[in-house]
């Protein structure tokens, strides 16, 4: 999986190596989110400084269990040779379901650029030009209006609503999100990539 590559206009994503875990901690650390809002199901950020990057790692490092029926690519987003944040696709079944899962986040310092809409709609043309996906899903804390707002202007449709306890105590809905590969609203660029058949046949995908 070490070989794939995903370029865009103005960003590298290849799935994280041990080198990435430094920038991904430092980008982590520089701050996501504000203090007193929680956008992922798992309150990961809320640990101790000290105690983040190594947790950051044993994460990342237990991603690397891949197998057909059950995988995660979790991509580093590099922006001028720096990491800035990390986006994942995942599957399960995914030769019968044809649907992946994504979720991403970017450091504070780049954000409302148009970032994290550019690095979903790479991963979006991996998924549906490369891998063969049909469907596209993700979610959102409800009131994360800029993570919907990406989806919306892609094309997602909304799916329902869940509830969630991030943080003990503080239930939240969360929007689900789903997008069918005919109404992605593509983008004006192409992705570039590489080692795409080795990440292909490691994922076991039979590409018609």
């Known amino acids: 999986m070490f070989a794939l590559e995903i370029q865009t206009p103005r960003l590298t994503l290849r799935p994280i190596r041990d080198e990435d875990l ?7 650390l520089a701050g996501i989110h504000e203090p007193d809002q929680m956008p992922f199901g798992f309150p990961w950020t809320d640990a101790p400084a000290a105690e983040l990057p190594r947790n950051l790692a044993m994460y990342q490092w237990q991603l690397r269990q891949v197998t057909p029926y059950n995988w995660t690519i979790a991509f580093a987003v590099h922006l001028d040779g720096k990491v800035i944040g990390a986006q994942d696709l995942s599957a399960y079944d995914f030769a019968n379901r044809r649907t992946v899962n994504s979720g991403s986040w970017l450091t ?7 970032l994290g809409t550019e690095m979903r709609a790479a991963l979006l043309l991996f998924a549906f030009d490369v891998l063969g996906a049909e469907w596209a899903e ?12 990406v989806s919306r202007k892609l094309g ?11 943080r003990q105590g503080e239930p939240v809905d969360e929007q689900r999100v789903r997008l069918a590969r005919g109404a992605f609203n593509r983008p004006a660029w192409t992705i570039t990539t590489r080692g795409t058949d080795a990440a292909v046949s490691q994922l076991g995908i039979a590409i018609s």
Request: charged share 20%.
């Open 22 to 28: 430094p920038g991904l901690a430092e980008a982590a």
């Open 108 to 114: 504070k310092e780049v954000q409302g650029r148009g």
């Open 138 to 149: 993700s979610s959102a804390a409800a009131w994360n209006e800029p993570s919907l707002a």
């Open 156 to 166: 997602y449709e909304m799916n329902g609503v869940t509830r969630v306890s991030p």
